[in-house]
């Protein structure tokens, strides 16, 4: 077989991805019938695809480029890391200083006594650690009867077995035997589509106050902890009633119940702060971190913890890691991430320039006919689409049809915007200028205003009854 090249025809990439090329969360039937759009390279806030057009990334990758693409620093760092101690493993006795110097520097960013992490490949493998290390913590404290984990619909947590049982997609769970044991799930706390006829600072406290129901039901002496993202992302980027929050805390507290803070898309500036954690005024006793901790350069999550979670667990032998926990050229990169970030004052950027300047265009597309909800917090946003925004209706065509079709005009109109269901997501890189931002909103309205007028032209502006 000839070598494959950037160079090779469009359609023969295609073909080969086709044959081999399992891709995840795809039908790979229908994505072969058309192809699979083939990103060759990426500068700043841009893609480029092989047939050399510019895209720009509104979702930077999955969430995870905060710093933008081609970082020459972070391929460096990692050509020098691979020369010098391409692997170590960090389980006998030994460690590297990638990993020393990593630990160190999130436990000075992580607020509060958050001060020890242990490390992983990515979310999913940091919220399976979260599940055990919060069964084994309370089991070392004498109280092993703690081990139900609380979580709420609609959240992503990862994939795998542990972290999908702690998500609450009911489509993952319908494939194979999910949710594993003693994972129950509440409410989430999405006014917009859930909310009727309640007050937003009324719902927000009433869905927090399942937790408390949960908690009393399955009896405070069997519950390990409760699990969130500040802000959900792949659910749909919901921000919940600023009522919400307080009062999950104020139960976790009551209870002594182990909050776990699922920062894998709020951390690292996303929200405007180092972590969704200090936005949304909670105080976490885990923390799971992954994507932008790397920018996306190299695969690598942790689980930071309290120094009383710690203690606990340093007090006992917690069976449990992986191969590349602290992979030492992960490790670098992640660290080069983070330099930069405070060098070029990224998340200060966030804060006080580009959130802001974004925030108020975002807000203003709520004036289109198709969209009745605008939400954003830092850099990351999301629009529902609804057909009667007065009464916050959902479309009578099945959920995601409107979405997709959206999704679809914004790539032909050179933007990646994700659909969830119908709503509309954004997470851009949070290196953007007003200029890239200006150049987002413009290809997001045409988008939006050819994907009204397709659903006018297909009858599909109808409200569900
Ligand atoms: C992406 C994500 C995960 C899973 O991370 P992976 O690196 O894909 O395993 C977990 N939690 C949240 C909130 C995420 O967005």
Redesign the pocket.
Known sequence: MPAITNHMPTAELQALDAAHHMHPFTNNDELAAKGARVITRAKGVYLTDSEGVEILDGMAG??CVNIGYGREELADVASRQMRELPYYNTFFQTTHVPAIALAAKIAEKAPGDLNHVFFAS????A?DTNIRMVRAYWQAKGKPGKSIIISRKNA????SMG?ASLGGMSAMHAQGGMPIPDIHHINQPYWWGEGGDTAPEDFGLARAQELEAAILQYGEDKVAAFIA?PIQ??GGVIVPPATYWPEIQRICDKYEILLIA?E??CGFGRTGNWFGSETMGIRPDIM?I??GLSSGYQ?I?GSIVTDEVAAVLDSIEFNHGYTYSGHPVAAAVALENIRIMEEEGIVEHVRDVIAPYLAEKWTALADHPLVGDTSIVGMMGSLALTPDKAARAKFASEAGTIGYICRERCFANNLVMRHVGDRMIISPPLVMTPGEADILIERATRALDETYARVKDEGLLKAAS
């Open positions: 999955l969430w990515g979310g999913s493998e919220n992503y947590h990862g994939t972290s993202e992302g792949a699922d894998v898309i799971t992954a994507k695969p999550g």
